[in-house]
RNA sequence: GGCGGCAUAGCCAAGUGGUAAGGCAGAGGACUGCAAAUCCUUUAUUCCCCAGUUCGAAUCUGGGUGCCGCCUCCA
């Protein structure tokens, strides 16, 4: 079966089939490195993440690309504002960006260019555009001439007229047409610059990505995706710049998540509804982040609040609940053979990861994928005990851990030790319940809660947790 | 004006023709020395409203109401 994807330009839901055999081409648009990053922007970069580990898991071999935005109009503010250089500014914020995305589970991708690093590629695009008649210069300035290129609005699918008619942008002299947009910026004073055949300049915002696209990856691509506010004017600006240039599609499948709202309005600086994601992180689990993200369809809206996070917070811990609980009765199982029943239940198992496969075969539906993962922990806690076989055991707790890592979800918590100090508390606790002297071990049980440790008296021995 | 999205229990949320997933919260019960964890039962005769198509609709069609977004820098 082949996995199906939404593609923005078609509007529906087409089957997947990357332009050379298992090899997938993504590029992702990253973020502009004048701050930290926000909670909006982290829905995107980590569902695509998330994407990515689905397609690797199913056997892909993705290339991933994620730009670096270290050169516009908001680097060269911040960094006036900061008193520092944009260089230095880019330098620090990519430093924040990695340590955010870190946090969050986002893997790296396999290239992470930066716009000022591919400075002569964007000239050289930028001349053949002019050459092909796709551009114009006036005075120092380029822009891309958007009645040349006859498809454009094919993404957001507006017509050219429509868009002129609705155009709210001040009309440029220099620009032949409203919607013309700028290729290179003619140099203003004290702004970093680079020489081309133009002058001392800048490039212009949406050719970046067209150019570390087709560097990186080739002059067809299979997915280009990124948030929402993209599709207009920033990826319709993309396709026209690189199919103009190229005579070649550009991304075969265009992918678009929804807004992140604040109590169903849109985050935004004005109205004061901002979050970073390190401000969420730093006061909850950035796996419950995830949890949450990924709860919900990735193509509908969703609302953040603190209160949705706990709540997400507390299925996380549900989920490693059953985790740790498997990792107990592993160490305390026998291996054993095989009985029916337990063949019954590794069939099981298989049926569930069947199930996952195929919801999210279509088009990643991660609420159905998080879905299978709180059923398999129900069948787990009902179905497997102390006299289960290891084997049947390790292959639930494997299944879990692989179908979570899939979503990049209860990755984090691995094997935690403890002082020996604790470790003779606990033992002299039991020692205490042997002899029924509950007071005492109650009374330890509240001293170690006081240090972080939460004791559970199981049928099969003690087990405890850090919190 | 053009284009588009959404409306499912107290909360979050999946489900695009076959009789309402999953999570959180709540109630009752089991287990436990007590807890915790876990399990069982329970919480939408019903999916914004009206009409229609159909043997059958949350899902399709028409109409209505409400909310939101894009068309301008923005993930």
């Known amino acids: 079966?082949?996995?199906?994807?939404?593609?923005?330009?078609?509007?529906?839901?087409?089957?997947f089939k990357p332009l050379e055999g298992k090899k997938v081409r993504m590029y992702v648009c990253g973020p502009t490195v004048y701050?930290?990053?926000?909670?909006?922007?982290?829905?995107?970069?980590?569902?695509?993440?998330?994407?990515?580990?689905?397609?690797?898991?199913?056997?892909?071999?993705?290339?991933?690309?994620?730009?670096?935005?270290?050169?516009?109009?908001?680097?060269?503010?911040?960094?006036?504002?900061?008193?520092i250089t944009v260089k230095e500014l880019a330098d620090r914020f990519i430093q924040e960006y990695f340590k955010d995305a870190d946090a969050l589970g986002i893997k790296r991708a396999d290239y992470h260019p930066r716009a000022t690093e591919?400075?002569?590629?964007?000239?050289?695009?930028?001349?053949?555009?002019?050459?092909?008649?796709?551009?114009?210069?006036?005075?120092?300035?380029?822009?891309?001439?958007?009645?040349?290129f006859k498809e454009y609005g094919?993404?957001?699918?507006?017509?050219?007229?429509?868009?002129?008619?609705?155009?709210?942008?001040?009309?440029?002299?220099?620009?032949?047409?409203?919607?013309?947009?700028?290729?290179?910026?003619?140099?203003?004073?004290?702004?970093p610059s680079w020489l081309s055949p133009w002058g001392e300049g800048r490039p212009g915002w949406h050719i970046e990505c067209s150019?570390?696209?087709?560097?990186?990856?080739?002059?067809?691509i299979d997915i280009h995706a990124g948030g929402p506010d993209l599709i207009f004017p920033h990826h319709e600006n993309e396709i026209a710049q690189s199919e103009g240039a190229t005579g070649k599609p550009f991304a075969r499948y265009w992918m678009h998540i929804g807004y992140l709202n604040i109590n169903d309005e849109k985050m935004s600086k004005s109205l004061g509804n901002f979050y970073t994601a390190r401000e969420v992180i730093q006061k909850h689990d950035p796996e419950a982040v995830r949890l949450f993200l990924l709860s919900a369809h990735y193509r509908n809206p969703i609302n953040f609040s603190y209160e949705l996070i706990q709540q997400?917070?507390?299925?996380?811990?549900?989920?490693?609940?059953?985790?740790?609980?498997?990792?107990?009765?592993e160490s305390v199982a026998e291996e054993r053979e095989l009985t029916p029943q337990d063949k019954q239940l590794l069939n099981k198992f298989n049926a569930y990861k069947e199930e996952f496969i195929k919801v999210m075969d279509d088009d990643f539906n991660t609420a159905d994928g998080v879905a299978v993962l709180f059923e398999l922990v129900k069948e787990f806690n009902t179905n497997i005990d102390e006299k289960a076989s290891r084997k049947v055991i390790t292959a639930a707790k494997n299944l879990l851990l692989e179908l979570g890592g899939v979503l990049g979800i209860i990755q984090q918590r691995g094997e935690e030790k403890?002082?020996?100090?604790?470790?003779?508390?606990?033992?002299?606790?039991?020692?205490?319940?042997?002899?029924?002297?509950?007071?005492?071990?109650?009374?330890?049980?509240?001293?170690?809660?006081?240090?972080?440790?939460?004791?559970?008296?199981t049928p099969h021995g003690t087990r405890w947790k850090k919190i």
């Open 1 to 15: 079966m082949l996995m199906k994807i939404y593609n923005t330009l078609t509007r529906k839901k087409e089957e």
């Open 35 to 83: 701050n930290y990053f926000h909670i909006g922007n982290a829905r995107a970069f980590l569902v695509f993440d998330a994407f990515r580990r689905y397609l690797e898991y199913r056997g892909y071999e993705v290339t991933y690309v994620q730009n670096f935005t270290d050169i516009d109009d908001k680097m060269i503010k911040r960094a006036e504002k900061e008193g």
């Open 118 to 148: 591919v400075i002569l590629d964007i000239i050289e695009m930028i001349k053949t555009l002019m050459d092909k008649g796709y551009a114009y210069e006036v005075d120092g300035d380029v822009y891309f001439k958007t009645r040349k």
């Open 154 to 191: 094919k993404l957001s699918h507006q017509n050219l007229e429509e868009l002129e008619a609705g155009a709210r942008i001040k009309v440029e002299d220099k620009k032949q047409n409203p919607m013309d947009f700028a290729l290179w910026k003619k140099k203003k004073p004290g702004e």
């Open 211 to 220: 150019v570390m696209a087709r560097k990186f990856l080739g002059d067809t």
């Open 312 to 329: 997400a917070e507390k299925g996380l811990e549900r989920l490693y609940n059953a985790l740790e609980n498997l990792k107990h009765l």
């Open 418 to 457: 403890l002082e020996e100090e604790i470790e003779k508390l606990i033992k002299k606790r039991e020692e205490a319940r042997q002899n029924k002297n509950w007071e005492l071990a109650d009374r330890i049980r509240d001293e170690l809660k006081e240090k972080g440790i939460i004791l559970e008296d």
